[in-house]
């Protein structure tokens, strides 16, 4: 395979992962999404800033942004054996890369879990399975979004190598699992803290 057919699919994918739906529906309802909360436009901040409706629909929105560029490239590249996998997994990690780093924002973003679920659905819809079934488990036992969604985010890396997927699968795993701890860190010092924001269950 040409190396021109990676560097197109990086690039690309880049450029639809900056595209960020958080920041675009903050600015519609004016108000500056990466100056309050977490400073994140991605569905949690956007929840807690402009209500649960907005919360979930930049969170669908998210996923599909991930979804879509994944299932597109792993369905329709002609490739030969894995080659089409290894292109839909380089392509999410390009959609991880521009929804965390945005091209259009100052190389802000939001923390990749949403996106990543879309694209582990084209991919790995096992490991995602999986993955969601510790998201809800943590999250109702600590009502703590970050601790659940880094839970998620760990068991890929394993799910994708008990579910024997294509090494790229698993390779893509591990990527992506070191963007979002990255793009977490600030939590991580929290949760260490004691101090980390929980959603509080309402009556």
């Keep these: 395979m040409c ?9 690309v994918t880049y450029l639809v992962g900056s595209i960020s739906f958080g920041a675009f529906l903050a600015r519609i309802n004016k108000v500056d999404v990466f100056s309050i909360g977490s400073g994140s436009p991605g569905a949690t901040n956007i929840k807690r800033t402009l ?9 669908a929105l998210d ?11 792993a369905k329709n590249f002609p490739g030969e054996g894995h080659l089409n996998i290894r292109l839909a997994a380089l392509g999410l990690i390009g959609v991880l890369l521009g929804h965390s780093f945005s091209l259009f924002h100052g190389f802000r973003g939001g923390k990749g879990v949403a996106s990543a679920m879309g ?7 096992n490991t995602l399975v999986v993955g969601i079934f510790f998201w809800l488990v943590i999250f109702h036992a600590t009502r703590i979004v970050s601790m659940a969604s880094l839970c998620f ?5 394993l799910t994708s190598y008990l ?4 090494k790229d699968c698993v390779i893509c795993s591990v990527i992506i699992s070191m963007i979002v701890f990255w ?5 991580i010092i929290r949760l260490i803290n004691g101090t980390e924001y929980k959603f509080t269950k309402k009556s």
């Design 3 to 11: 190396w021109c057919w990676y560097i197109v699919t990086v690039v």
């Design 51 to 59: 209500g649960n409706r907005a919360g979930n629909l930049v969170f």
């Design 63 to 73: 996923f599909l942004k991930g979804y879509i560029p994944t299932v597109v490239i």
């Design 119 to 125: 694209g582990f659905l084209a991919i790995m819809p």
């Design 153 to 157: 985010i760990a068991s890929t890396i």
């Design 163 to 166: 579910f024997s997927y294509p």
């Design 183 to 187: 793009r977490h860190r600030e939590n």
